[in-house]
């Protein structure tokens, strides 16, 4: 809806129109929950108020992705790659920054990361050009010390399968062993959906592809 | 509340609403194809015994809601519906994947579907028996089309008659009759034509006519039969679909 048409159907002042306006771009927030949240915050107390701009600001000058895996990193290098005590002859590729954090919770893992961001969905159109794959080969090519394997930990989704799929194909001529989570991830088949025990044995249960 | 429907349906593309909602579209059996959403199914296993993802075949239950919103999908069951794995083949995702969409392009909402639904059961099962070759995609293409009043005729010449095999070649493809044109006939045909060699009309005439668990076993017509219905299925669809640049990366089939 244009914003004059919700200003118009609102009566909302025009600076409150622009703020649900904002509000609704978040998703899953349409135009009644945006004026709900925009109402709430016109009545909580100014610093509250200036504490979450501040926060929303910083969030985004300080928070950008790892140059080596992706993730999410506050400067050049994640805190994973910056870790010492991190092998670093093993990768777990994952599809997105959630699913790193759900394997992290879980203690299993003990290497080092690639964050894909997303997974080939034909039907989407996202391609194997849409996702970090050629950075993924690269560090691979480029990797001084060598990588022995490759844990390929994307979602047990149709979407997820056909990445690792892809993914296999991909790191054969490159002569790393890649191997791929073992079955029984819960319900959606999504990691971060899933328990630490679950990932766990799942981790442990890999096998090579 | 609306009463509660039933159909088998196979899902044809979800996208995830909120936390653990997805949206769903499947073409069911007996209502064509619907949309709708199912509330928690990215973490319910007890109401979604099946999960709700591309090539899922389900016992759908669903409440229709008022003024066209998507309707509610209650439950998906397995209830020893057949299912297709083709996971476990990147070919065969890709050509599974083009199938659901072209369902999804050419299948008008909410129309009387049964023959799509029937059709797109066949062609899954004959995609994880066989793998995915051109000889399928062909056949499922010519097959669909017809189910969806698009039939095409590679047998003879749209404007005389003739047969294609006794007439002068080289035949033409015109995309807005939907069959060929024999060599004499091809100047009144108009001109968006795709010449064809006489063996890749022959080809898609016996697959537009086999039982599509036998079009595996037999020859798939060429670059310039696949190409003549790729430009017809564009026009038919309005649109080039999305997951055909994916089947001919993965699947190395030529790109029309
Ligand atoms: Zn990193
Ligand atoms: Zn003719």
Known sequence: MAENQIKRASGLPAAMTGLVQELMHLPGVGEKTAARLAFHLLNRPREEVIALAEALLEMKERVGLCGQCFALAEGAVCRVCDDPARERDIICVVEGPADLMALERARAFNGLYHVLHGALAPLDGVGPDDLRIAELLNRLRSQSSPVREVIIATNATVEGEATALYLARALKPLGVKATRLARGLPAGGDLEYSDSATLTSALGGRREI | ?256
């Open chain 2, 1 to 256: 509340m609306a009463a509660e429907e039933h159909s088998p349906a196979i899902v044809l593309r979800t996208r995830d609403y909120l936390e653990s909602d997805r949206i769903v579209t499947l073409i069911t059996r007996d209502f064509g194809r619907l949309s709708g959403i199912a509330r928690g199914a990215k973490v319910s296993r007890r109401r979604f015994e099946r999960r709700l993802e591309p090539f899922s075949h389900v016992m759908l239950r669903f409440r229709r809601r008022p003024h066209g919103e998507l309707m509610f999908i209650v439950r998906a069951e397995a209830e020893g519906l057949e299912s297709f794995l083709l996971e476990h083949d990147l070919a065969r995702i890709a050509m599974g994947s083009y199938a659901l969409e072209l369902c999804e392009a050419l299948t008008p909402e909410a129309d009387d579907a049964s023959d799509v639904y029937t059709l797109l059961v066949e062609a899954l099962r004959t995609l994880e028996r066989a793998g995915a070759g051109a000889a399928l995609r062909q056949a499922f293409e010519m097959h669909l089309l017809a189910a969806c009043g698009l039939a095409l005729d590679f047998a003879r010449c749209r404007l005389c008659g003739a047969p294609a095999a006794l007439t002068a070649h080289p035949l033409a493809f015109v995309t807005e009759r939907g069959g060929i044109a024999c060599a004499r006939c091809r100047p009144a045909a108009g001109d968006a034509a795709v010449l064809l060699p006489g063996s890749d009309a022959a080809a898609l005439a016996a697959l537009s006519c086999a039982q599509l668990a036998q079009a595996p076993s037999l020859a798939a017509a060429g670059r310039a039969g696949a190409h003549a219905l790729s430009r017809f299925i564009a026009a038919s669809a309005g649109r080039r679909l999305r997951s055909v640049e994916f089947l001919e990366r993965v699947a190395g089939q030529t790109a029309p």
